[in-house]
């Protein structure tokens, strides 16, 4: 029973983990700030800009391993029915996985198989980068917003979080499907570091009234 709430816990902390990799990974891949920029000419031609990314990459693919434990610390706790959030959550890591890759090909091309940079340079970067976004914000949403809405009701269900949260649930849920937007994704970012902190609060709670219950 200890190790189940051990267990438990850390991965409460691993939703908070994925936020904060998943932000700074996010913040520290570079690109250009309009995609009309005749920057995206030599771009990755730049050391600076291509390590950036690299290392972005790998900190959003981390946050999303992170998401991984934290989902199933999350579904561990509902009675029954947790298979059907399981399923989203995957389908989300693997959509926004194949996104950061995607978006990371060529500078990450470039850095560890020493690859020659497209002649198209300009195009090839625009062009992956909008398939990387539209991944993520489009496909990736949707699947964050079906798990938000299977978690909110089963989590309203069994107990798991207040009420007040699971509402919020299904508004943050309706954002990811209606909308393949950046500022709806955030929300689902918030949502979760949300959940975390309410789950991390709660666990401590259990601890330590299990303390005292022992020490009687």
Wanted: aromatic share 14%.
């Amino acid at each position: 029973m200890g190790a189940g709430l051990e267990s438990k816990r850390v991965g409460a902390w691993m939703g908070i983990a994925f936020v904060v990799l998943f932000v700074v990974g996010f913040l520290v891949f570079p690109t250009p700030q309009d995609t009309n920029d005749a920057k995206w000419d030599t771009w990755w031609t730049d050391s600076g800009h291509r390590v950036g990314a690299v290392i972005g990459a790998y900190l959003m693919v981390f946050g999303l391993l992170a998401f991984v434990w934290f989902m199933w610390s999350l579904c561990a706790r509902f009675r029954d029915g947790a298979g059907m959030a399981i399923t989203f959550g995957s389908l989300f890591v693997g959509i926004v996985l194949v996104s950061v890759l995607i978006r990371a090909a060529i500078p990450g091309g470039k850095q560890f198989g020493d690859q020659e940079l497209p002649q198209q340079l300009r195009d090839w970067s625009m062009q992956l980068s909008n398939i990387g976004f539209g991944l993520m914000l489009v496909a990736g949403a949707m699947a964050a917003g079906a798990f938000t809405a299977v978690v909110s009701y089963l989590s309203r269900r069994d107990a798991i979080l207040p009420n007040w949260l699971t509402i919020v649930g299904y508004v943050v849920a309706v954002l990811q499907i209606a909308s393949g937007t950046f500022f709806p994704f955030v929300v689902f970012v918030l949502w979760v570091l949300v959940v975390s902190i309410v789950l991390v609060k709660r666990g401590s709670r259990v601890e330590t009234s299990a303390a005292v219950a022992s020490s009687v």
